[in-house]
């Protein structure tokens, strides 16, 4: 292919090569493993790699075509799966690790262990602790992270961002209602029945003078002193 000119022999030779070497290219894909929906960009990343081999060869420097190939491809494949394939930073070992871990489960799976094998098959196959070998099982979430606007449930009928929780604006509150929950405990019994009965329970101040057997003018003292109070005590 070398030795012809550009024409319509050269293309067809090329075609011819490319056709040839296609299977080394889909084997070299599958060592990385990857979620079984992105395993076609793979192929197609190491198709692209098989394209730049055969255009860059040089026979005259006296190697084989497939010792130039092959990491010609390798390495456009590792170029796609760092540039493409995390969504979420991860450092470099982590990435380097899960490599040798798809690699291991590809095999295992080969094997006959439909699940990918167990953390004892891992360790054994690529002489990684089997801590590190949970947390590149943990970090792989990070190469095919859910959508938010997934369809889950029953018919798939509602997305998952619809079952995220939200801010609880509640939650702002929390530290006042702590700190006032402790000053109405040295508040005089009878001011903390009365802020009870109008904040709590929802009574007027014409219920609550009827039930503790005062004035409603008295009442309205008493609320307004408790609060004042309170307000003075949380602010200083």
């Given at each position: 292919m070398t030795r012809c000119p550009a024409g319509p022999e050269r293309e067809a030779l090329r075609?011819?090569?490319?056709?040839?070497?296609l299977p080394v290219a889909r084997r070299l894909a599958r060592r990385y493993g990857s979620p079984?929906?992105?395993?076609e960009d793979l192929y197609q990343v190491a198709c692209l790699g098989l394209l730049h081999a055969i255009d860059r060869f040089d026979p005259d420097r006296g190697h084989a075509f497939l010792s130039f190939a092959v990491p010609t491809i390798d390495g456009e494949l590792k170029r796609h799966?760092?540039?493409?394939?995390?969504?979420?930073?991860?450092?470099?070992?982590?990435?380097?690790?899960?490599?040798r871990v798809r690699q291991a489960q590809e095999e295992l799976r080969r094997a006959g262990y439909a699940d990918g094998g167990t953390l004892g098959d891992l360790h054994q196959l690529t002489g990684l602790p089997e801590q590190d070998i949970r947390l590149v099982l943990r970090a792989e979430r990070a190469r095919d992270p859910a959508s938010i606007d997934e369809r889950r449930g029953a018919q798939h009928s509602v997305a998952l961002a619809e079952r995220m929780g939200s801010e609880d604006p509640a939650l702002e509150r929390v530290t006042d209602h702590v700190a006032v929950a402790a000053l109405l405990a040295s508040l005089p019994e009878?001011?903390?029945?009365?802020?009870?009965?109008?904040?709590?329970?929802?009574?007027?101040?014409?219920q609550i003078a009827e039930c503790i057997g005062i004035s409603q003018m008295h009442v309205s003292r008493l609320i307004d002193r408790a609060c004042t109070s309170l307000r003075r005590r949380l602010t200083c």
């Open positions: 075609e011819a090569a490319v056709q040839a070497f079984i929906d992105h395993r799966l760092r540039d493409h394939t995390w969504h979420v930073h991860v450092p470099r070992t982590i990435r380097d690790q899960h490599r009878r001011e903390r029945r009365i802020l009870h009965l109008y904040f709590f329970r929802g009574m007027t101040q014409r």
